[in-house]
């Protein structure tokens, strides 16, 4: 997979005091993930967990698989591109 588009990002879970955010991304390929973030004071993904809604996008598997981890990067830098965090 050469490229993820992250076209939604929703606020899920928040403990601001502690610094700890969830989202919910959704792919263009309606993959959707749970996104863990820090932030402190710079925004860092801790861990990404994909849901079960459809077949993983790099693997294919339609279970539990750590792919879109290796992809964080990625996937953060395409979040910030597009605006997505909260301020
Ligand atoms: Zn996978």
């Known amino acids: 997979m050469a490229q993820f588009y992250v076209t939604d990002l929703q606020q899920s879970d928040t403990n601001e005091k502690a610094g700890l955010y969830q989202f919910l991304a959704t792919f263009s390929d309606k993959t959707k993930a ?3 973030y ?3 004071p710079d925004w860092k993904i801790t861990s990404i967990t ?3 809604t459809v077949p993983c996008p790099i693997c294919r598997k339609d279970y539990f698989c750590n792919c879109l981890e290796r ?3 990625t996937i953060h830098n395409e979040i910030v591109d597009s605006g997505l965090l909260p301020e």
Do not use: A
């Open 38 to 40: 820090t932030k402190n």
């Open 71 to 73: 992809f964080s990067d």
């Open 50 to 52: 994909r849901l079960l």
């Open 34 to 36: 749970r996104v863990f």
